[in-house]
Antibody, heavy 119, light 111 residues
Framework: EVQLVQSGGEVKKPGESLQISCKGSGYIFISYWIGWVRQMPGRGLEWMGIIFPDDSDTRYNPSYEGQVTMSVDKSISTAYLQWSSLKASDTAIYYC????????????WGQGALVTVSS | EIALTQSPGTLSLSPGERATLSCRASQTVRNNFIAWYQQTPGQAPRLLLYGGSSGATRATGIPDRFSGGGSGTYFTLTISRLEPEDFAVYYCQVFGSSPLTFGGGTKVEIK
């Protein structure tokens, strides 16, 4: 059974750094692109970017380039989303997703991680 | 970059009724590469259907009351007979190349 298990919710202050994780199982982790999706409170879905675990090839949505960093540790089948300096506007639920293939539909989703940034 | 506009914003229907949701693209979608997702309150979205040159394919485990259609710039998601668990928000998405844009969503609510 394919599963993407994300780390728990976080409460941070503006300016702090954060890394959230997404562990894949039940499939060959290095063979499928992993993506990240943001959902701000009460809003729709926004695609942030994708990363290929085997070689860390990363493609960002231009709207998120320079705002976040995606990475993977293929030895533990885990993908990461990182912020160096959080803003209140980063408050959202972040989902990791498995792509069916490069630039394909998102066939499996993590449970989501709520990040709250507040002073 | 393709923009997707979903309509209506909210659809009020009763269980057993037919629902038709629309997704209009700002330019032609190559190979009809449109996917549809369902999100129930407090849950992660899930993939329902994805399009291709030979038509729309249901994701694993998705009941056959869900079907997808359309081509070019106009796409639809049809739920033939609404079940209580189908009242949710539905999103379309273009795939196949960057950016992997989502539409704004349609909420299907109980009338």
């Amino acid at each position: 059974e394919v599963q993407l298990v994300q780390s728990g919710g976080e409460v941070k202050k503006p300016g702090e750094s954060l890394q959230i994780s997404c562990k894949g199982s039940g499939y060959i982790f290095i063979s499928y692109w992993i993506g990240w999706v943001r959902q701000m409170p009460g809003r729709g879905l926004e695609w942030m970017g994708i990363i290929f675990p085997d070689d860390s090839d990363t493609r960002y949505n231009p709207s998120y380039e320079g705002q976040v960093t995606m990475s993977v540790d293929k030895s533990i089948s885990t993908a990461y989303l990182q912020w160096s300096s959080l803003k209140a506007s980063d408050t959202a639920i972040y989902y990791c997703v498995k792509l069916a293939y490069r630039w394909g539909p998102f066939d499996f989703w993590g449970q989501g991680a709520l990040v709250t940034v507040s002073s | 970059e393709i923009a997707l506009t979903q309509s209506p914003g909210t659809l009020s229907l009763s269980p057993g009724e037919r629902a038709t949701l629309s997704c209009r693209a700002s330019q032609t979608v190559r190979n009809n590469f449109i996917a549809w997702y369902q999100q129930t309150p407090g849950q992660a979205p899930r993939l329902l259907l994805y399009g291709g040159s030979s038509g729309a394919t249901r994701a694993t485990g998705i009941p056959d009351r869900f079907s997808g259609g359309g081509s070019g710039t106009y796409f639809t998601l049809t739920i033939s007979r609404l079940e209580p668990e189908d009242f949710a928000v539905y999103y379309c998405q273009v795939f196949g190349s960057s950016p992997l844009t989502f539409g704004g969503g349609t909420k299907v609510e109980i009338k």
